[in-house]
């Protein structure tokens, strides 16, 4: 089983190498009559595309998508769409180098533990051109939102580039599009662009955060145990290439904080509905959500492929020294930022979806 597949009624399957043809992705339980064309696909693919400035990878690759199915004059059927994104900017000899050699901090090894041959070439399926696909589905669920659940804003931003970290009594929403940080903290963007200026003279990588926020997602969402939003939300993050941690609302701090300080105070709004004075839980309690911003934050590690001697091992075991040659991104947490949105709609449009098909209107009235 390869498990190209996540989502429960909402589902995504990805496919595709980082060297080959094309990738893409089958995008099933589609609901019919929502808009969407390419155009509005491309604007969320244009985020993430690589060779956008000098802090991300130079490989030049548009990502235009395709619609293949499941789209008739401008609105989903019902059926299955298929979205393709053809390579066009392909330098496999780059990596002939490492074709006998395993690069430390990549996949190449455990994939040909598991499998017994892997594809050398920028990394195949364990490359983060294989996000390229999650955000275009993303679009598809985006547009669904907009239809089913209007007044859902998703927005992603980096928190932290390496050890520095943004002062959030500077945070502006208006400034998140003005970097190529994708940082609502303007004199933090300044200070990284030194810093990743030197990390990338210098031929290193360095690893990053990005916070995740979903405005105006209905209380609801959700089912206790084993279907909780924060555990889909939880896996669909830790999913992306190069993540290592994720955290919802407080998370790991939340272990330093008392239960009177972690617990969010609960009043009626003068619109007879619930306000809570913090938020710790991120907008989710027992796996369902609150009404609140559902807030998710995840951990990327440096970019593993670096012009800095490392040691390895062949595939027949000898010791050796690799350096990977080829287009990296000095810190791949940027681009990750509009992946991580991606993989926020589809999971909340899947619970849409679950929850409308278990509970339709029923749920409890407060007041």
């Given at each position: 089983?390869?498990?190209?597949?996540?989502?429960?009624?909402?589902?995504?399957?990805?496919?595709?190498?980082?060297?080959?043809?094309?990738?893409?992705?089958?995008?099933?339980?589609?609901?019919?009559?929502?808009?969407?064309?390419?155009?509005?696909?491309?604007?969320w693919?244009?985020?993430?595309?690589?060779?956008?400035?000098?802090?991300?990878?130079?490989?030049?690759?548009p990502?235009?998508?395709?619609?293949?199915?499941?789209?008739?004059?401008?609105q989903?059927?019902?059926?299955?769409?298929?979205?393709?994104?053809?390579?066009?900017?392909?330098?496999?000899?780059?990596?002939?180098?490492?074709?006998?050699?395993?690069?430390?901090?990549?996949?190449?090894?455990?994939?040909?533990?598991?499998?017994?041959?892997?594809?050398?070439?920028?990394?195949?399926?364990?490359?983060?051109?294989?996000?390229?696909?999650?955000?275009?589905?993303?679009?598809?669920?985006?547009?669904?939102?907009?239809?089913?659940?209007?007044?859902?804003?998703?927005?992603?931003?980096?928190?932290?580039?390496?050890?520095?970290k943004?002062?959030?009594?500077?945070?502006?929403?208006?400034?998140?599009?003005?970097?190529?940080?994708?940082?609502?903290?303007?004199?933090?963007?300044?200070?990284?662009?030194?810093?990743?200026?030197?990390?990338?003279k210098?031929?290193?990588?360095?690893?990053?955060?990005?916070?995740?926020?979903?405005?105006?997602?209905?209380?609801?969402?959700?089912?206790?145990?084993?279907?909780?939003?924060?555990?889909?939300?939880?896996?669909?993050?830790?999913?992306?290439?190069?993540?290592?941690?994720?955290?919802?609302?407080?998370?790991?701090?939340?272990?330093?904080?008392?239960?009177?300080?972690?617990?969010?105070?609960?009043?009626?709004?003068?619109?007879?509905?619930?306000?809570?004075?913090?938020?710790?839980?991120?907008?989710?309690?027992?796996?369902?959500?609150?009404?609140?911003?559902?807030?998710?934050?995840f951990?990327?590690?440096?970019?593993?492929?670096?012009?800095?001697?490392?040691?390895?091992?062949?595939?027949?075991?000898?010791?050796?020294?690799?350096?990977?040659?080829?287009r990296?991104?000095?810190?791949?947490?940027?681009?990750?930022?509009p992946?991580?949105?991606?993989m926020?709609?589809?999971?909340?449009?899947?619970?849409?979806?679950?929850?409308?098909?278990?509970?339709?209107?029923?749920?409890?009235?407060?007041?």
């Open positions: 089983m390869s498990l190209n597949t996540f989502g429960h009624l909402f589902r995504v399957t990805t496919w595709g190498e980082s060297h080959g043809p094309a990738l893409g992705a089958t995008v099933d339980g589609v609901p019919p009559g929502i808009n969407v064309d390419e155009a509005m696909l491309q604007n693919l244009d985020k993430r595309k690589p060779g956008q400035n000098k802090y991300t990878t130079q490989r030049r690759e990502d235009a998508v395709k619609i293949l199915s499941g789209v008739f004059e401008g989903t059927t019902g059926t299955s769409v298929q979205l393709m994104i053809e390579n066009t900017d392909q330098r496999s000899k780059d990596y002939g180098d490492i074709a006998e050699k395993f690069r430390p901090g990549h996949a190449d090894i455990t994939y040909f533990q598991k499998y017994g041959v892997r594809d050398y070439r920028g990394g195949g399926r364990s490359s983060a051109r294989e996000t390229a696909a999650r955000v275009a589905a993303g679009g598809i669920a985006r547009a669904a939102l907009d239809t089913l659940m209007p007044g859902v804003e998703i927005t992603g931003y980096m928190t932290q580039i390496g050890p520095h943004i002062d959030r009594n500077r945070f502006d929403w208006d400034e998140i599009s003005e970097n190529p940080f994708w940082t609502p903290d303007a004199v933090s963007a300044e200070v990284w662009a030194g810093y990743l200026d030197e990390l990338r210098s031929g290193n990588s360095v690893g990053a955060v990005v916070e995740v926020v979903a405005r105006g997602v209905p209380a609801g969402l959700g089912a206790p145990i084993y279907g909780k939003l924060d555990t889909d939300l939880a896996a669909a993050m830790m999913s992306i290439n190069a993540v290592k941690g994720v955290e919802i609302g407080e998370g790991m701090a939340a272990a330093e904080l008392t239960g009177e300080d972690n617990a969010d105070e609960i009043f009626l709004g003068n619109d007879g509905q619930p306000v809570y004075s913090s938020n710790h839980a991120g907008g989710v309690l027992g796996g369902i959500s609150t009404g609140q911003d559902v807030v998710v934050r951990a990327v590690k440096p970019t593993s492929s670096i012009l800095r001697p490392r040691q390895t091992i062949t595939k027949t075991g000898q010791a050796t020294e690799i350096i990977t040659k080829g990296h991104d000095p810190c791949v947490g940027i681009r990750a930022v992946v991580g949105e991606a926020m709609a589809c999971v909340l449009l899947d619970h849409l979806l679950l929850h409308r098909g278990q509970v339709g209107d029923a749920g409890g009235t407060i007041g």
